[in-house]
């Protein structure tokens, strides 16, 4: 599975993003998804993950109820939408996805990742 990350950029405090990321596989609608972001001299960290059918997500504490994650299985994406961003956001934001159906937050769960996207907050 190849999966392809987009929808960074630059933006103010308070702005909004949307993340993409698609993927190459027709199977890519049978299993969850996770995005995960990395500042620079931390590890990756879990943002966000959807089920393989998207009735089930779950949120770091630190973006909950400001990003939203989403899926469209018919057009094999992903999409993470970012709102009320704080520098603290700013970060390589990448998708994954694995084997598994339900929505997973370890990073272990994830056999598959994108490049990765830069997203920039400025204050």
């Known amino acids: 599975v190849q999966l392809q990350a987009c929808g960074g950029g630059l933006v103010q405090a308070g702005g909004s993003l949307r993340l993409s990321c698609a993927a190459s596989?027709?199977?890519?609608?049978?299993?969850?998804v996770g995005w995960f972001r990395q500042a620079p001299g931390k590890e990756r960290e879990f943002v966000a993950t959807?089920?393989?059918?998207?009735?089930?997500?779950y949120y770091a504490d630190s973006v909950k109820g400001r990003f939203t994650i989403s899926r469209d299985n018919a057009k094999n994406t992903v999409y993470l939408q970012m709102n009320s961003l704080k520098p603290e956001d700013t970060a390589v934001y990448y998708c994954?996805?694995?084997?598994?159906?339900?929505?997973?937050?370890?990073?272990?769960?994830?056999?598959?990742w994108g490049q990765g996207t830069q997203v920039t907050v400025s204050s």
């Open positions: 959807v089920s393989w059918s998207g009735d089930s997500t």
């Open positions: 994954a996805t694995g084997r598994s159906t339900m929505a997973v937050r370890t990073l272990r769960d994830y056999d598959y």
């Open positions: 596989a027709r199977t890519f609608g049978n299993y969850a």
